[in-house]
């Protein structure tokens, strides 16, 4: 009996390693998955070409993610379809934190209400991880109009109906919709004139063709500078520190007037609560880089640290703003 006994606990001893070893083999692809966010190199997509605004704040964020990170933030341009095509690249990737977008105000809270064929639901198929900047727009016209300020131009297109024109880069871009809203608000009737691009629409505003229009503060400021246009005011609820002689459209006679274009970073819908909270995080923390501030100042911009539930609020609203005006004007894509 005492050898049987000897001999199992024999056995025993010899089946332990192999125990051991099986339970740490099964247990390895659950050691995978848990590793810490982030544990490789991250895409940020951005829906425009190179060299815009939206390209500019990508990778000025980026490079202080990288750090904050700790892992390479690299960013990817897929333009085409006013944003659409790279925004859906982010929806159909893997919720998994490490495909993200460089949200803007044109396919997260106008394209929805503008374009019926849009095949995603920013509130539906994306999470808003964290506000990124605010940058207002110019309100710049000819240097020959009789007006110098927007009240100026307000009562000018009141004692005109139908007389005073307005350009933009195209049918619903939000510099389109700035003047709309200001029509609303003020009760006039300024006429819409599209070009294909802010190029051509600056240099009729300079040559007269067209009466002003809503741009980029960085890129009306040389024309404004050079004396080929004036500026009437800026869209933002505050003066831009690059024009700061400048009212903005609220102190100029239009109370509670406000438009900017904006960033934000965005995820794929179903991306863990713990990698949403560890990327608001580290954005809050890259907004704070005095380069990152500098880069946005030079846009005309300021920073817009809003960690996700408020930037989920914030970006709802702002699609609710655009529709309104979408809709009391009844503007169609590409007309």
């Not at 049987?4 to 390895?28: K, N």
């Not at 060299?51 to 333009?79: C, F, H, I, K, M």
């Not at 004692?159 to 919709?177: D, E, M, Q, R, V």
């Amino acid at each position: 009996m005492f050898s049987a006994i000897r001999m199992l606990g024999a056995l025993a001893c010899r089946a332990l390693p192999l125990l051991a070893a099986a339970v740490t083999t099964a247990a390895l692809p659950a050691a995978a998955v848990a590793q810490p966010y982030p544990s490789s190199p991250i895409k940020l997509v951005v829906p425009f070409a190179p060299a815009g605004g939206t390209d500019a704040v990508a990778r000025a964020v980026a490079q202080s993610l990288s750090r904050q990170l700790g892992q390479t933030v690299v960013v990817e341009n897929r333009p085409g379809a006013a944003g659409a095509l790279g925004t859906m690249n982010v929806v159909r990737a893997k919720p998994d934190g490490y495909t993200l977008l460089l949200g803007s105000n044109g396919p997260i809270a106008v394209s929805p209400s503008l374009d019926p064929k849009l095949q995603y639901d920013p509130a539906r198929d994306l999470v808003a991880v964290a506000g990124i900047a605010a940058v207002p727009f110019l309100l710049a016209a000819n240097k020959d109009l009789p007006a110098n300020t927007v009240g100026e131009l307000l009562a000018l297109a009141r004692s005109k109906p139908g007389a005073i024109n307005f350009a933009s880069p195209g049918t619903g871009t939000t510099n389109h919709l700035v003047g709309e809203l200001l029509n609303t608000m003020a009760k006039v009737n300024m006429v819409h004139i599209p070009y294909k691009g802010a190029a051509p629409a600056m240099n009729d505003v300079a040559g007269g063709t067209v009466q002003f229009m809503s741009g980029d503060i960085s890129t009306l400021l040389p024309m404004i500078q050079g004396g080929r246009l004036k500026a009437l005011a800026v869209t933002g609820a505050a003066r831009s520190p690059l024009l700061p002689s400048v009212p903005t459209v609220a102190e100029s006679g239009v109370p509670g007037f406000e438009a900017n274009g904006w960033f934000g970073l965005f995820a794929p819908k179903d991306t863990p609560r713990d990698v949403v909270t560890t990327l608001s995080g580290a954005v809050r923390q890259a907004l704070a880089d005095p380069e990152v501030m500098e880069r946005i100042a030079t846009l005309g911009g300021v920073t817009m640290p809003m960690p996700s539930d408020t930037f989920t609020d914030f970006s709802a609203k702002e699609r609710t703003k655009w529709k309104k005006v979408i809709d009391t004007n009844q503007i169609k894509p590409g007309e």
